[in-house]
């Protein structure tokens, strides 16, 4: 992991900038949500899960303005333990702390387990290979160096962000053409929405990145703010 001496204290580097975190916090936002949720979305919303990506979006950015403030003042890699060791101290800190790193070994699992789905379906040898893999190769590249990490994140992002607008485009002449109202039942309109919420906070990884950005007290709460309203426009075309 890249770091300098500082007034005898390890720091992180600051190496990122702006159009780097954004991209990260949108590729993390897009990968969740349309490769390996929206299947699962459609099934319980049917026609208006745009409404609850619409409704998740919603929520998530109340959150993210709370992550503004809080990242412009205590910009550090800790992020939740950060804010809530501050407001309550060490112990609750801690705890939250602990609560962020099992949902991200969750989180994390979840798109595992949908790229090595996906691998196993072109390559063979079995969902668990390529999700292991991803773990292994990922680990060590983020061991190496944050600038790799986020050069090969902004590639991932161009990637996804090439596919979907491929889909919306083949799409857009069919604009129209169905009920965007008709759902199996209300409840599934809001079940598909806790299911969306978790993959917008994917905007929580621009937060944790802030000791590494430049000038992250301005940077760190523009990213975010690009980042939400970005996929949540993009949503809303590709679900229409």
Do not use: C, H
Request: hydrophobic share 55%; charged share 15%; aromatic share 16%.
């Amino acid at each position: 992991m890249q770091v300098f001496l500082m007034e005898g204290k390890y720091e992180l580097k600051k190496e990122l900038n702006l159009l780097e975190i954004t991209l990260v916090g949108i590729g993390n936002i897009l990968g969740a949500g349309i490769y390996v949720l929206m299947g699962k979305a459609a099934g319980l919303a049917g026609n208006m899960v745009w409404f609850s990506f619409l409704f998740a979006g919603v929520t998530a950015a109340l959150s993210a303005l709370s992550y503004m403030e809080l990242s412009s003042m205590y910009p550090r890699a800790g992020a939740e333990y950060e804010f809530v060791k501050r407001a309550f101290g060490e112990r609750v800190g801690l705890f939250a702390g602990l609560l962020v790193v099992y949902f991200v070994v969750i989180t994390s699992s979840a798109v595992a387990l949908g790229f090595g789905e996906y691998f196993g379906n072109l390559f063979g040898g079995g969902n668990l290979v390529g999700a292991v893999g991803l773990f292994v190769g990922l680990s060590l590249l983020m061991v190496y160096g944050i600038k790799e990490s986020a050069r090969l994140a902004i590639l991932i992002t161009l990637i996804e962000l090439s596919g979907l607008l491929i889909i919306i485009y083949v799409g857009f002449p069919y604009l129209g053409t169905v009920n965007y109202f008709e759902a199996p039942n209300l409840a599934g309109i809001f079940e598909a929405s806790t299911l969306i919420f978790f993959a917008f906070l994917g905007f929580e990884d621009i937060v944790r990145l802030s000791q590494e950005t430049k000038n992250a007290e301005k940077t760190t709460p523009k990213a975010l703010l690009i980042a939400i309203f970005f996929a949540l426009v993009l949503y809303q075309y590709f679900t229409n």
